[in-house]
């Protein structure tokens, strides 16, 4: 039976979830794993990929479902809830079903958004351990990623204290002359800490290090990060992280992890993060969760490799896009399927009243304050005017050759009449529509939706690409910013349009994937803009170069890569018990 997620908190779910949780054992023989394919670690297991794919190779695909969502506000709208509610509804159904979620960041849990577990009777378990670290992939990530720069710190000292007779006769290096003007990279941390976004370094003697301008982004957003979830196995991860471009030298070449002679060591940190960690939800099916970029700075995908996985154990195989369908599920089908050749069967737009609310004109949805009454009581009016922005999210995935399935993911305040006209908004313009109470009923709450998927599943679909991957750059962001943002058009600084001329010269770049940084919270560049704006530009700043990833990242508008802690942030709500070890206040 479901638990009252009305009364309990959603850590008090998981740990009575967790009561009979399968133990490594128990998964091997379920998903009828050998026993060197399953790699216990305490509670939980990795599973190693390479055996199971080797193993699988010939066994045909299950159906692969995309999760994603309209424009959310900044409390989000459950896409990870409405992954494991129907998984969860799916499993109800008598099939044999898992899926692939990202991990998530210590950044949004200990700030105001909590941990990205899903909640009610629809989350994953064990919550605590995915909440703070899981098996490590991240803190590995975070470590690869700051060797590089320490490599390229202490290169650059070195450098400037040995003429090139010494740097030969002592350290056996070429001089890389690296131009401080012109560094690429930054530190990571797994938190958002908005003090780092900008920093000086090596202040000091001689023997500090080397003096310059530097910063700090969130861990996640790496480039580490962004290699995990693209990776094909560890020979093409350690050829990825020895291909990062750090910097570029005084005649404007790139200065790379290979040519710093770190790329190697970074791949022996990471050497573990390639095999996903096998969880739950809390009725039981089995969900891999692995990598953990967001979707609004980087790719926003879990990874290749668990879909991989995923599909080849499971009949229907659940994956999940970050924030909406405009950056979400645009880099799934414009980059992950294209890098990993992979196509989906059908994709779910989640969809709460609350948000259509708030696109409809509702007061300012604000993290950590009480919502206004007009988002917990009736108001027809503003859901109807809001259901613009699903709309438009239905005939961007439209755009893919996929016909969405639209989930409500109802709310308990959510009155029948709210939910009524979404349905016939979604069912106006073609779309299969179905009401879930995932979050309140687990599994029994999402029958509805896990119907529509199955029938959508199959569907035939026409699913081909936006842009063929011959298009350069600029018009890539140029047919990004019209058809899926509704932008008018693309201007570019002087700055970014020069570099991104100087990046379509070079054929090294041209099969390089687009991966737009955006804010998530609107259409557009600005987050204060909700609906669907009418008449406006996609302003570009700068290109970032994720040359280990195979990235070009256009940066739209003022979008940070290091996100800020709230005056209200999570952590002053959890604690530990210090007689039973448990973790308390997790959300």
Not at 92 to 101: D, E, F, H, T
Request: hydrophobic share 40%.
């Amino acid at each position: 039976m479901p638990y009252d997620a009305t009364k309990l908190a959603d850590w008090q779910i998981s740990e009575e979830a967790e009561k009979n949780m399968p133990t490594p054992e128990e998964w091997r023989e379920r998903l009828g794993l050998q026993k060197d394919e399953i790699l216990p670690m305490g509670r939980l297991s990795k599973i190693d990929f390479l055996k199971v794919i080797e193993r699988l190779k010939d066994k045909p695909d299950g159906k692969y479902i995309e999760v994603t969502a309209i424009t959310p506000t900044p409390l989000g709208e459950g896409k990870t809830t409405t992954s494991c509610g129907l998984m969860e509804g799916l499993g109800k159904r008598g099939v044999n079903v898992g899926g692939a979620l990202r991990q998530p960041s210590s950044g949004p849990t200990m700030n105001v958004k909590g941990t990205a577990a899903g909640g009610g009777n629809s989350l994953l378990i064990p919550m605590t351990e995915l909440s703070l670290g899981l098996t490590g992939d991240i803190n590995d990530i975070m470590n690869a990623h700051n060797l590089a720069m320490v490599a390229l710190t202490a290169r650059m000292q070195h450098e400037r204290n040995y003429n090139d007779e010494q740097l030969q006769r002592l350290t056996r290096m070429r001089r890389l002359d690296i131009d401080p003007t012109r560094v690429e990279m930054g530190w990571v941390m797994d938190f958002c800490a908005q003090s780092l976004r900008n920093i000086i370094i090596g202040i000091g003697g001689k023997q500090d290090g080397y003096m310059m301008q530097s910063k700090f982004g969130i861990a996640v957003g790496s480039e580490c990060m962004a290699i995990l979830s693209v990776a094909n196995d560890l020979a093409d991860l350690k050829k990825r992280l020895n291909n990062i471009t750090v910097a570029f030298d005084k005649n404007h070449k790139p200065v790379t992890t290979g040519d710093l002679e770190v790329g190697n060591a970074m791949a022996a940190f990471m050497r573990n993060t390639i095999n996903p960690t096998l969880m739950c939800t809390a009725e039981y099916n089995p969900c891999f969760v692995h990598a953990g970029p967001f979707a609004n700075i980087a790719i926003g995908q879990s990874s290749i490799i668990a879909d991989r996985i995923g599909l080849k154990l499971f009949d229907y195989h659940v994956t999940e896009s970050g924030f909406a369908a405009d950056i979400g599920f645009e880099k799934f089908w414009n980059v992950k399927c294209r890098l990993s050749g992979l196509k989906p069967h059908v994709s779910v737009l989640t969809t709460t009243v609350r948000a259509l609310k708030m696109h409809g004109g509702g007061p300012k949805v604000v993290p950590g304050k009480a919502l206004p009454e007009e988002y917990t009581k009736e108001n027809i009016a503003l859901v109807e005017k809001g259901c613009a922005n699903m709309v438009h999210m239905i005939n961007i995935i439209r755009k893919s050759g996929i016909n969405p399935v639209v989930c409500v993911n109802r709310f308990y305040t959510d009155t029948d009449a709210e939910v009524a006209v979404i349905k016939k908004a979604a069912e106006a313009v073609g779309a299969r529509c179905a009401e879930s109470q995932h979050w309140l009923k687990g599994g029994e709450g999402a029958l509805e939706l896990a119907d529509a998927v199955i029938d959508a599943c199959n569907d035939k679909n026409d699913f081909k690409f936006l842009y063929p991957l011959e298009m350069k750059l600029r018009d890539r962001v140029a047919i990004i910013a019209k058809e899926v943002y509704g932008a008018d058009g693309v201007s570019w600084t002087p700055e970014a349009e020069a570099k991104a001329k100087m990046l379509e010269d070079d054929p090294k770049y041209a099969d390089y994937a687009t991966v737009m940084v955006k804010t998530h919270l609107s259409l557009s560049h600005d987050p204060a803009v909700k609906g669907v704006p009418k008449g406006w530009t996609l302003p570009i700043r700068d290109v970032l170069i994720y040359s280990g990833a195979k990235f070009l990242c256009p940066v739209a508008g003022t979008i940070s890569l290091m996100p800020g802690t709230s005056s209200d942030p999570a952590f002053r709500r959890i604690d530990v018990d210090t007689k039973t070890g448990k973790v308390k206040g997790l959300f």
